[in-house]
């Protein structure tokens, strides 16, 4: 049996001769060696006379094919490009390292992202750039690296789509060693946090309530002019916190008018009684004319909150780890979204972890710790050397059971998650790693439960503000109208009682009893922060 390696122009089957050129060297050693997510990489050690040593760019831009041929029927083992090239000490040898990963691995990658994440659309919306490692990590899978055609997939983590089997005979002997991982995870924790700000408004109408707060429907006044200018103005805002965390939060006027009335067609009272005033030396009555207004004022309100939102679930392993030899171990994952107003429904929305997409969040979290749960569960390292012929066809998309008496069952079964071939003048081998699971349990996955957090189940609110009360009263702390006409009519009555005054004096006195509107609101820029924690009570058994 030889190996030969062979040259082309660009990737084609090297077995079609017309294509081909054979590479003239001595070949000391080869060896291809491969893990998973990894490409399978080529190192081969050949040895040249003085004259007849290539020029350091023979390989360049062409692909290399090793070609194991036994009793002239050939078999392709290896395909790829050059990595590095090194002169050793040793005279006449030169070392290749050759890497079979394709030119347009990243296209390849990219597009083999595109095809896994179809299958699972929470990780598109749980991220615009979602790596390739986020989607395998909630689908339990590897990459599978071809060393022969060039090509980039993913296995199950557990079980490959080939399967072979090996025999006691087949392994080299005292080359079998077991390494089992005495700690696996009993239970995982999940924290799924979520910040945002919540943002709430509308409109307030204190008409009505300024038409309660008088005697009449309306708004009477002696002094129209003073009332119409200190009347509040549209556009303007109103605070009421001198220390705002939110400085969006607030009131502001919308609408604000005084529409004057017809006495006569609302049969209002007209005029105020006679007063004595002076005229020179003379004196003579006096009434002041009724001026009725319908009030209106609509005021729109924002609030925003703070909301921190934290969901807590544990996912559990089946198996009892107290009644077995694996030390059990706890773990935690944290996951903190970076722009959860992305999930929301609406701005308002007090939560997310209750609509829709928020479910699906907490799905992937799910996804990610159950996977957790699975990958602890390959906790038995199998190792071997195995004979050339047995080994020359493994790759890590493929299940090895080997048969020896070390193991109880007189079998074990696991996925191959290392290898390397390793080629000599008069020595040829493979050595072998299989990944094996140490328990019976099915570990196929499972579908996720149905995410139904109910306020039953561990729901804390604290200081969340609820739209149904948002009403009239939760802004309004007090409102009220004085110095109508009714009461400047008294107030100046009470004040020429004892003097007659001039008119100029008499509206002196009125201006110390102007018609005004006192509204206080509640102040809304300084809401405190809102904690909501969720908790699903019974763990999760996968």
């Known amino acids: 049996m030889t190996l030969k390696i062979y040259l082309t122009p660009y990737l084609s089957n090297p077995l079609e001769t017309e294509t081909r050129t054979l590479f003239p060297c001595d070949l000391i050693s080869c060896e291809i060696v491969q893990q998973e997510h990894q490409p399978a990489k080529a ?19 062409k692909f290399v094919h090793i070609i194991y041929e036994k009793e002239e029927v050939e078999k392709l083992i290896f395909q790829g490009t050059l990595s590095k090239q090194l002169q050793l000490q040793n005279e006449g040898i030169v070392e290749y390292i050759l890497i079979s990963q394709p030119a347009e691995h990243y296209q390849i990658l990219e597009d083999l992202k595109n095809q896994l994440s179809k299958d699972f659309s929470c990780i598109e919306e749980f991220t615009d750039t979602a790596s390739l490692s986020h989607i395998l990590e909630t689908q339990a899978r590897v990459l599978h690296w071809d060393r022969y055609g060039q090509n980039i997939q993913t296995s199950c983590i557990f079980q490959g789509t080939e399967f072979l089997t090996l025999d006691e005979d087949s392994i080299f002997e005292n080359s079998l060693k077991v390494k089992h991982n005495p700690y696996s995870f009993q239970k995982i924790e999940c924290c799924v946090e979520a910040q945002w700000t919540r943002k709430l408004n509308g409109f307030l109408n204190l008409s009505h309530f300024i038409s309660q707060s008088t005697s009449s429907t309306f708004i009477s006044t002696l002094t129209p002019q003073a ?27 919308v609408k604000s008018e005084l529409q004057k009335m017809d006495n006569l067609s609302l049969h209002l009272r007209k005029m105020t009684r ?40 544990h996912v559990q392993s089946f198996e009892n780890l107290k009644d077995s030899p694996l030390i059990p171990i706890n773990k935690k994952l944290i996951f903190r979204l970076q722009n959860p107003q992305h999930y ?23 996804k990610v710790a159950s996977n957790h749960l699975k990958t602890a569960q390959r906790n038995i390292d199998v190792t071997f050397t195995c004979l050339w012929e047995q080994g020359i066809n493994i790759h890590l998309d493929m299940s090895l059971t ?89 107030f100046l009555a009470q004040m020429v009682a004892s003097n007659t005054l001039k008119l100029k004096e ?37």
């Open 43 to 61: 190192i081969l050690k050949l040895y040249y006379e003085r004259d007849m040593r290539p020029t350091h760019g023979c390989f360049q831009n």
């Open 227 to 253: 009332l119409i200018k200190k009347w509040p103005k549209v556009d303007c805002k109103i605070t009421s916190s001198h220390n705002r965390s939110t400085p969006s939060s607030g009131y502001s006027i």
């Open 274 to 313: 006679d007063f004595d005033i002076k005229k020179g030396d003379q004196i003579e009555k006096l009434r002041f004319s009724y001026q009725w207004f319908k009030p209106i004022i609509r005021l729109q309100w924002t609030i925003e909150q703070k909301i921190h939102e934290h969901m807590t679930f």
């Open 344 to 366: 929301l429904n609406d701005a308002s929305d007090s939560t997310l972890f209750k609509n829709e997409k928020g479910k699906k969040l907490l799905d992937y979290a799910f």
């Open 402 to 490: 080997l048969k020896h008496p070390s193991f109880k069952k007189g079998y074990i079964t696991g996925k191959i998650i290392e290898y390397k071939m390793c080629y000599e003048f008069e020595c040829a081998y493979v050595w072998i790693k299989l990944g094996c699971v140490g328990t019976d349990q099915n570990v196929e996955e499972k579908k996720p439960p149905l995410w139904e957090w109910a306020s039953e189940n561990g729901t804390e609110e604290s200081d969340l503000i609820h739209i149904t009360d948002l009403n009239p009263h939760y802004f309004i702390e007090s409102l009220s109208v004085s110095g109508d006409a009714f009461e400047q009519e008294d």
């Open 506 to 542: 008499m509206c002196t006195v009125l201006k110390q009893k102007p018609t005004q509107l006192h509204v206080k609101l509640k102040p809304i820029d300084d809401i405190k922060n809102a904690f909501l924690n969720f908790k699903h009570i019974n763990p999760i058994i996968i």
